[in-house]
């Protein structure tokens, strides 16, 4: 029995990831008799973030949750109105709108007097917002019931949520925080599990196509840079004197590499900057890639399916087959992306730490 919950959880996410993608696919199989299928509008549509949070769509009616429009403008100053006054991007209030085409296409513009249209200052809770919000209320939600259960019955066995989570805490204590930083491990421990389970929680969550699912934060670019940029900041207060000097001088190298050229000076100082670099990327990148791969099998259904409909019921069964095969791959994905981030994290803090009594 101590397997059967997780299994069924799997199964659920593979069943919701089929059901709600095939219930949108319904939508763009109607409106594919009117125009041609973009396979490219759908699957941007679906990674993008928006000012609504669209739940399904059922013949011309679509369902969605409006969100909050805040934007500055400086003609005018600050506008704040629920996004449902755009009625799904077709129309225009109080001089802005959503655009359509160009730079700012799906992000909201203002028409001025004189024609042109201006991008204002934006800072509306959109559906990437919505969703950040409902990760931290369920991430306090989680350990502060943990911490509680803890507090009263700490020498009980685990039971319910706390038995979920007490496995992948010690793990990401003992094989992640130990054994890359030391013995001063303890000091960072509440960052790595933090961004573990934050990029863990958010990757399940956007593979859940209904509601408080669906949104691709993990895949927001703005999203890894902010926390590769916590991890830069972190390792760049946390490095020792022997840290630094080792950049300006690392032991072990011919001097010609040092002077007159400090070629290897230059190229640790750029290390410094391209690894948090490389920690925004593979996080985005691979998320986000994982979503397209999904889509794009969906996408086959109706691109064959508008060449011939047998064709199109054919496809059908081999896109849905490698759909649930990618969906078990993309929840393997969401606990390697997440370990990842924070091994590489935890690595750099140690990098950082080291001093030259601890090599000798």
Known sequence: MRFVKPFLLVIFIIIASVAGAK?????????TQKKPFNPKGLIFHHI???YEWHITTIGETEISIPLLVIVYSQNSGFHLFPSSEFHHGTQSYDGFMIAHEGENKGKVVETLADGSVKRPIDISITKNVISLFISIILLLYIFLSISKRYSKNFARAPKGIQSWMEPLIIFIRDDVAKSAIGEKYAKYLPYLLTIFFFIFLNNLLGLVPVFPGGANL?????????LALFTFTITTFSGSKDYWMHMINMPGVPWWLKFPIPLMPVLEIM?????PL????RLFANITAGHIVALGFYCLIFIFGQKNIFAGYGVSVVSILFTIFMALIELLVAFIQAYVFTLLSALYFGMALETHSEHK
Request: proline share 0%; net charge negative.
């Open 48 to 50: 993008s973030d928006a």
């Open 23 to 31: 219930a949108n696919d319904v939508t763009v199989a109607e409106s």
């Open 278 to 281: 490389v920690l925004m990327i």
């Open 271 to 275: 290390g410094v900057f391209i690894k």
């Open 218 to 226: 993990t895949g927001n670019i703005a999203i890894t840079m902010v």
